[in-house]
């Protein structure tokens, strides 16, 4: 089985840009998750998506939107991007209904917002 | 708020000896707990999870960990050590909102 996928594996923005990253979960999963990782805040929960819909959200501002397609496939967006934004993006996705599954991550997105 | 604290930022253990790693959570109802392993430039890997039941879990790579409700810790060991398990670890319970709270790590270095 295949596993998690994310597009780009890296990517480089300047301030004020937009960007929009892409997961895609297990086949069958249909839950996908959003983290940031950085050296200082560590991994932070973003929001997590569930059949279309968004079931959590994390203390990031509204610059951070996402959805997810019929398909499970996710994107994430972030708009008027700063510098504190650079970051490994990582995805992950889990099965079933139950929320406590394990989650399976993807390689991640390493963004550099110069 | 419920959080995850790892003590230790950086181990370094010589290879074939034992490991603990240290994770203390603050949560006030039964946990879900877990442990994850990050590669460089990988992304992280689920070696084990608590939810009920016996209070020592077994997971993948020869790694378990105990849970301790008395001193809200659920420590990751392994007896014996390879050159590849140097990563990062991380520790990670589930809060009330199903959010996974993150530590903020602990990155093991092995010495040959």
């Known amino acids: 089985k295949a596993g998690v996928t994310q597009t780009p594996r890296y990517l480089i923005k300047t301030r004020g840009q937009q960007v929009t990253l892409s997961c895609s979960p297990i086949?069958?999963?249909?839950?996908v998750s959003w983290y940031q990782q950085t050296p200082g805040q560590g991994l932070q929960f973003l929001f997590e998506y569930f059949s279309e819909t968004q079931r959590n959200k994390g203390n990031f501002p509204g610059r951070f939107s996402g959805r997810q397609f019929s398909n499970s496939r996710s994107e994430m967006n972030v708009s008027t991007l700063e510098l504190g934004d650079s970051a490994l993006y990582l995805c992950a996705s889990s099965g079933g209904t139950s929320r406590h599954y394990e989650q399976y991550f993807g390689p991640g997105t390493r963004l550099t917002v110069t | 708020a419920q959080s995850v604290t790892q003590p230790d930022i950086h181990i370094t253990v010589s290879e074939g000896a034992s490991l603990e790693l240290r994770c203390n959570y603050s949560y006030g109802a039964t946990p879900y707990l877990f442990w994850y392993v990050q590669s460089p430039g990988q992304g992280l890997q689920l070696l084990l999870k608590y939810f009920s039941g016996d209070t020592l879990v077994q997971g993948i790579k020869g790694f378990e960990a105990e849970f301790k409700r008395s001193q809200s810790s659920f420590n990751l060991r392994k007896p014996s050590v390879h050159w590849s398990d140097a990563a990062e670890y991380f520790c990670a319970v589930a809060d009330r909102d199903d959010k996974i709270i993150f530590g903020k790590g602990t990155r093991l270095h092995i010495l040959p």
């Open positions: 086949s069958g999963h249909r839950s």
